[in-house]
């Protein structure tokens, strides 16, 4: 399974390509490509938005489903959705909406 993330343009945040068709500041919420076509269609998408000037460093990760939360593999992933290690305080992890994904 994958989802689509890039940095949004203006501002560096990690976003995630979500069900409703945006791009969103968590990872809950991502749309999942559970195969091949899904996968090239979400890359369709990525490169849309990185042609449109909306995002950069597209990509899609590989994730898992945790107890219905999505799960990134990769460590620089986990970081991405979560913010640094070294100060819980700060970045999405301190957000009161946002879950943490690490």
């Known amino acids: ?11 560096g945040e990690a976003v995630w390509f ?6 969103i500041e968590s990872i809950e919420g991502s749309e999942i490509a559970a195969d091949k076509a899904a996968e090239e269609r979400l890359e369709a998408v990525g490169k849309a938005a990185l042609d ?31 913010g640094p290690t070294n100060r ?4 999405k992890q301190a957000r009161p909406e946002v879950s943490r994904a690490a």
């Open 88 to 91: 819980t305080d700060l970045g």
């Open 18 to 23: 979500s069900t409703d068709h945006r791009w």
């Open 52 to 82: 449109n000037n909306q995002v950069v460093d597209v990509n899609l990760i590989d994730i898992q489903l945790v107890d219905g939360e999505i799960r990134p593999l990769r460590l620089r992933e986990q970081i991405r959705a979560a």
């Open 1 to 11: 399974m994958k989802i689509l993330t890039a940095n949004r343009l203006t501002d």
